[in-house]
């Protein structure tokens, strides 16, 4: 009975049962492109029995990114920061990679994911993008090909190996001091969120778990900035409190008004003429257009290559052509009166108004107009604050009536994230694994799937 209970749907907390889909012609075709924070949550909050829904996407499950830097340090477990595509019901889905969109013929081309050389196509009635976008490598020479970004969950299992591998290969006592000390150097690039919560991640690491177990190893952590502060969406004086708290760590040096100019394998050549000899270099600068989105003839804003949509998010052509069945939304687009930020936050309620709307009697019927989109409400982003975590039981909250940091802000960042996880199942795992970190170490073995084999054999 405990086992069939915990066997719940991700979505629904329900026991999961085998749905056979058939396609109905009296119903609409919907195609979403993307199981990201816009494409899974629209089809999360999508009336699905009214449409034909199909998604397609490369990745076969949603990624709970803003925990996704607590993985890398075995704070959390890959699989507590994910849900499965087909948890969802009603769905038609393909692992596969859209290289081509005709929206005239309201047409996509597909590639499949594990054969390049098998494509096919699909026919919609409407077409939501939310594909996403790529790690900016702002073209700098090394990067593809030495850096580790962090926005996978892929990239967070390399680097978490690749950090075992950095701790194990130092504590050898016949190698040289120089070679020691370039393999506990980590360059973090880039002073967003994401760059700033991995060096407090890996602070906690260090201070509570190398420390004990490499207590011969003393690591160096450099976050570089290109501009004069990190941390620029947020409030100036909660920027000013987190470098302070940055500064003040002995094993973390923060270059601002720096930037890198070469990545080698070993090695981050910095503007300032200095190289830096390391052990892994983590790449979080901003975003860059997918290969789909920079073959796509609309209209986009110029400095970030995002598609431009009107305000009930249909996409532009030019200033004059809007397409009426074809949507965008989440990073790879922006609303053009209102240029939101490419987040989380936005790509959700973003996704919550398109559902809201195709709920509408007036869209799911075959013969409605599809026009009526513009009877409804533009969408306005809300926008709720931001958070951050720095290490050390520490972090930031830019809300609307508050602004706190410190222990207090640690408390909310935690309570937020837990209760936004899409499953109980989640909520129960990262709490469970949030327990043990306090209680006991981390793991500090080459991070496979053992970690999360040994809970589930428990669970079973």
């Known amino acids: ?106 047409q996509i081309q597909c590639r499949d994911f594990f054969n390049s050389s098998k494509g096919f196509s699909l026919d919609y009635d409407y077409l939501v993008c939310c594909h996403g976008a790529n790690s900016n490598t702002f073209r700098i020479p090394g990067v593809e090909e030495h850096a580790f970004f962090l926005k996978q969950l892929s990239d967070a299992r390399a680097i978490r190996n690749r950090l075992m591998e950095l701790f194990e290969r130092a504590s050898n006592r016949f190698i040289s001091e120089e070679e020691r000390k370039a393999l506990t150097t980590f360059v973090i690039v880039g002073g967003g969120p994401t760059s ?62 720096t930037y890198v100019k070469r990545v080698g394998q070993n090695e981050v050549l910095l503007s300032s003429g200095e190289t830096i000899p390391c052990g892994i270099t983590v790449w979080s600068t901003g975003l860059s257009p997918t290969k789909l989105t920079s073959t796509l003839q609309f209209l986009k804003e110029k400095r970030s290559g995002r598609i431009y949509t009107n305000n009930h998010l249909q996409v532009l052509v030019d200033d004059k052509t809007t397409i009426n069945n074809m949507f965008a939304l ?60 720095l290490g050390g039981y520490g972090g930031l909250a830019d809300l609307k009536k508050a602004k706190t940091t410190g222990f207090l802000s640690w408390l909310l960042w935690r309570s937020v994230y837990l209760t936004r996880l899409v499953s109980f199942k989640n909520r129960l795992l990262v709490a469970m694994f949030w327990f043990k970190s306090f209680v006991c170490i981390r793991l500090l073995f080459c991070f496979s799937q053992m970690d999360d084999d040994i809970l589930y054999f428990f669970l079973s």
């Open 196 to 257: 700033i919560e991995f060096s407090g991640e890996l602070h906690d690491f260090i201070v509570e778990d190398v420390a004990k177990w490499f207590p011969d190893v003393k690591t160096r952590v450099i976050v570089v900035e290109s501009t004069d502060h990190i941390l620029g969406t947020f409030d100036s004086k909660l920027t000013d409190y987190a470098m302070n708290i940055l500064k003040s760590r002995s094993e973390i040096t923060l270059k601002t008004k």
């Open 1 to 106: 009975m405990f086992r069939s209970w915990l066997k719940c749907s991700s979505i629904s907390n329900r026991l999961i049962h085998t749905v056979k889909r058939q396609e109905n012609s009296e119903k609409k075709k919907i195609i979403v492109l993307g199981a990201g924070w816009g494409g899974f949550q629209f089809v999360r909050y999508l009336n699905r029995s009214k449409y034909d829904v199909t998604l397609v996407s490369p990745r076969n499950h949603f990624l709970f990114t803003p925990l996704l830097p607590s993985t890398t340090v075995g704070t959390l477990e890959f699989r507590c920061i994910i849900e499965p595509v087909r948890t969802l019901s009603n769905l038609y889905y393909y692992q596969a990679y859209c290289d081509e969109i005709n929206y005239k013929s309201n």
């Open 330 to 389: 989440g990073d790879c687009a922006t609303p053009m009166d209102q240029s939101l930020p490419a987040t989380a936050q936005v790509a959700v309620q973003e996704a919550k108004y398109l559902a809201h709307i195709f709920n509408k009697k007036e869209f799911y019927l075959k013969n409605s107009n599809e026009t009526t989109i513009n009877d409804y409400p533009v969408f306005n982003f809300n926008n709720a604050g931001m958070l951050a975590y």
